[in-house]
């Protein structure tokens, strides 16, 4: 189960208090009181597992390390350490608290998402040519404390949409190693899956249907994994009844979720191409040409379509 949108709270450590106490040593006088450690910050840190955010689906409180105490005879307590947690690339981190959003765009970036508390002062700070045995002190400052929502919004250069079961991870599959789940019935593929052709990333978005953007299906939940996807691949099925209507209804969708989802460099893929006769298949593309000239049929069965597909992914891989 992927885990792309969900609410936790954060709460970086307190600092230590600052510690009172005097110089133990024969002959020697004066304050010696350390002070507190700081409290450890939490730290989101990017990586390229899109199930990271499912440590989150019974934690949903990450609480940082206190700082340590001071000690007597100029011992300073030791700082916490910094809490770091791993997020999937393409995570909004949504601060409710704040207001404030930011993103984790890339592998092993790091956001300070709550920091630690400032730990206090002991009485051996205080010191002075007036105040030659303080007792002050300082307790530690707390640690920042918000509730986020993460949003993951996947990062792909394409994007495989289209009505379900179109062969869409079949073809994934094909070109990729993402060994995803196939079979003959709707909604086989129940969350976003990602593969990676050479450099490029590609993914494959779940079977959308009419009505995916007011909730129906499955879509709506996965809608906006293609809002960052830079090309769509839009699979439509040869053996289909009106491909015109098929393509209409997924646009559609797309632009009643995000208008600009519509603006972005687009294929045509007529798959399952096996299943109809050459005419019909030659019929079929005629008519996909007129929505887009870049349609292409493909059959996974079939090597020289396959391969008509990687030369467009090594063109587009040419001019990432």
Request: aromatic share 6%.
């Amino acid at each position: 189960m992927l885990i792309d949108d969900i609410k936790i709270e954060v709460s970086a450590g307190h600092g230590g208090k600052g510690c009172v106490a005097f110089n133990k040593n024969l002959m020697s006088l004066g304050p010696a009181g350390g002070s507190g450690g700081h409290g450890g910050s939490v730290i989101f840190v990017g990586v390229s597992d899109l199930n990271a955010l499912n440590q989150f689906r019974f934690r949903k409180q990450v609480n940082a390390e206190n700082g340590r105490e001071g000690k007597g005879q100029f011992c300073d307590g030791p700082d916490a350490k910094n809490e770091m947690i791993k997020i999937p690339v393409g995570t909004v981190i949504n601060n409710l608290t704040t207001g404030e959003s930011q993103e984790i765009t890339k592998v092993g970036q790091e956001i300070l998402i709550a920091k630690g508390g400032r730990g206090g002062r002991g009485n051996f700070q205080f010191r002075g040519s007036k105040n030659t045995t303080p007792k002050e002190f300082e307790e530690g400052k707390p640690g920042q404390e918000f509730e986020l929502r993460l949003e993951l919004k996947m990062i792909a250069d394409i994007g495989f949409v289209g009505l379900p079961n179109l062969g869409k991870s079949s073809l994934l599959n094909e070109l990729t190693n993402a060994n995803v789940k196939v079979a003959n019935y709707q909604f086989t593929t129940l969350e976003p899956n990602l593969g990676v052709y050479n450099s490029l990333i590609l993914a494959d978005i779940p079977g959308l249907i009419e009505g995916a953007s007011d909730g129906k299906g499955l879509g709506i939940k996965f809608l906006k994994h293609v809002e960052r996807t830079k090309i769509i691949f839009h699979f439509l099925a040869a053996d289909s009844e009106d491909i015109t209507a098929d393509y209409k209804t997924i646009r559609a969708e797309l632009g009643s979720f995000n208008p600009t989802l519509l603006e972005k460099p687009e294929y045509i893929v007529v798959s399952r191409s096996d299943t109809v006769t050459p005419e019909i298949l030659k019929e079929k593309l005629k008519e996909a040409k007129k929505i887009n000239k870049k349609a292409i049929p493909i059959s996974i069965h079939d090597w020289d379509e396959i391969q008509k597909v990687k030369n467009i992914l090594n063109e587009l891989e040419k001019e990432k």
